[in-house]
């Protein structure tokens, strides 16, 4: 059964660096796109990165908040994921999970969640 595993998360002190990853676990076919939502206290699950395959390259795309301080990744061989967040801020605090829509080796379209990581950045 496919899964993600994530891992990475923590507490940090604001202006501070973490970074995520997340990894496909079983077989598939192929990656179409991955992505990291957040989850703050009392609030949606939203999209705060994602990279999406486009013919020959990648596509990246970032919610306004986390642009020039958060970096996307692939790893094909790895078939892996991270997220590089820099300059850490309170407000980035919440419960990252990622996502991964691929194709299973009879060429299906599937999504899958992570299980979730939590990111706490203090003052």
């Known amino acids: 059964q496919v899964q993600l595993v994530e891992s990475g998360g923590g507490l940090v002190q604001a202006g501070g660096s973490l970074r995520l990853s997340c990894a496909v676990s079983?077989?598939?076919?192929?990656?179409?796109?991955m992505g990291w939502y957040r989850q703050g206290p009392g609030k949606q699950r939203d999209l705060v990165a994602s990279?999406?395959?486009?013919?020959?390259?990648?596509?990246?795309n970032y919610v306004d908040s986390v642009k020039g301080r958060f970096t996307i990744s692939r790893d094909n061989a790895k078939n892996t994921a991270t997220l590089q967040m820099n300059n850490l801020k309170p407000e980035d605090t919440g419960a990252y999970y990622c996502?991964?829509?691929?194709?299973?080796?009879?060429?299906?379209?599937?999504?899958?969640w992570g299980q979730g990581t939590l990111v706490t950045v203090s003052s």
């Open positions: 990279i999406t395959t486009r013919g020959s390259t990648y596509n990246v």
């Open positions: 996502n991964a829509a691929y194709k299973d080796p009879t060429y299906r379209n599937l999504e899958v």
């Open positions: 079983g077989s598939i076919f192929g990656l179409n796109a």
